[in-house]
Every structure is written in C-alpha cells, then in structure tokens.
C-alpha cells in the first residue's frame, strides 16, 4: 500500500465507522438500526485490514476478516432474527393465557417512539461529544503523530456515542445496538492506538460479545412474551407495584 493511499483509506473507514453511530443516533427504525450496525462492522474490519497491510502484518488481517465476519456478519443477522421474531415473524409465538400481562403495547416494536432524548437533542449531543473526544485525545496524538494516531479521536467519540445510546433510548433491542456500538468503539481505539490487538486477544473479546448478544437475545425474547414488548419502562413500573 502506498503512502499516500494509506491515510486516505484510514481516513474513509474512520468517518464510515463515526457516521454510522451518529446515523444510530438519527434512526428510530430498528431494521435499519440493524443495517447500519453491519456497516459500522464492515468500517471497523476495514480500519484493522488498513492498518494491517500498510505495516504488513498478516495476523492483524486475519483479525480483520474475523472482525468482518462476526461485527457485519453474524451479530447482524442475529439482531435481525431477534427484531423478526419480536415483530410478529414466525418466532414470535402468541403469549399464553399464564403469560399476558397488563403491559400491552400501544406502538409499533419495529420502531423507537418513545427515545428518552429526541432526535434533534441528540444529534447536538453526538456533536458535542465528538468535540470532547478530539479535546480529550489531542494530547496523545501530540506524543506520536501519525494517520492512525491522529484518527484515535473517532474512536474514542464512538465509544461516547454508543453510551449515550444506551442512556437515551428505551427499546432493549436498540440499547443492544447502543451497546455494540460502544464495543466497535472501543476494538477502533484499540487498533488506531496500538495497531491492532494480538488474534487471540480479539478473539476471545469477540466470542464475549457474541456470548452477550446471545444473552440479550433471550432476555428480550423473554420480554416479549412476558410483558407483550421490549420497552424498558415496563419493568421499572413492575417493580414500582
């Protein structure tokens, strides 16, 4: 890879990476939540193959393409299949008489009605967050400036980005979203500061996401056929009674 190649892809994977998260930010609708999580994985697989060919390291390109599959492959797929089954597919069996709830749902479970913070707020938000996170990095680019180094901050605003998600939004599936999105920040810091992270070390952080992302999975599907959705307001007023 050419010198003047390599910063420009670097570049181009990290604002794919931040745009998605602020996209998150913008969309209420679930599936397309769950679209540009895959993309935000493809940017993320991306960063690390960059990194990885110009300093010709092969094990930081396996860990690439394993990143691809899991982040824009299978985690996707899973969250899409959990979305299905909570919005009336096949996998979505009707409550029982022993399992209706008082907690019915009044709006669609395909889309976030009810975000604690509105779109506009948010979008403020994710920009002062990026702010902070460039102000918060910029001592460490000082200390070694570089392509990647200089990119850290759109890690680190990522990382803020995907909190703030699982603060301001409501649905359990869109908080698992918020949460993925923190985890693609925090892998991003990882490889823009140390230039990638050891295979087994990646793998095992990985195989830990998809353990938590089977988890959620059940517990909002358990939701679903508890309390007839997956808002988390449910629950604070069951332990209000």
Known sequence: MTSGAYPQLLDL???????????????RELAVLV???????AALAAIAAVLGAHERRWGLLVVAAGV?????????Y????????????????????????????????????RPVVNVAASLVTA???TLLAYAAARPLVALHPTPATRALPVGLAVVLVG???LVARRRAL??????????????A???????????????????????????????????????????LDDLRELSDR
């Open 35 to 41: 679209r540009v999580l895959a993309v935000q994985g």
């Open 13 to 27: 994977a990290c604002g794919v990476l931040l745009l998605c998260a602020v996209v998150v930010l913008w969309q």
């Open 189 to 231: 810091t990882a490889f823009l500061a140390a230039s990638g992270v050891p295979p087994i070390v990646e793998l095992g952080v990985s195989f830990d996401v998809l353990l938590a992302v089977l988890v959620l999975h059940v517990l909002t599907t358990r939701m679903r056929a508890a309390f007839g959705g997956t808002d």
């Open 78 to 113: 899973l969250l899409r299949r959990a979305l299905d089954a909570h919005t009336g597919g096949a996998a979505d069996p009707p409550p029982t008489a022993a399992y209706r709830s008082p907690y019915r749902e009044d709006v669609s479970e395909a889309r976030e009605t």
């Open 127 to 129: 920009a002062l967050l």
């Open 174 to 187: 869109a908080q698992v979203v918020g949460f993925l999105t923190l985890d693609n920040g925090i892998t």
């Open 68 to 76: 691809g599959v899991l982040r824009a492959g299978v985690l996707p």
């Open 163 to 165: 909190f703030f998600v």
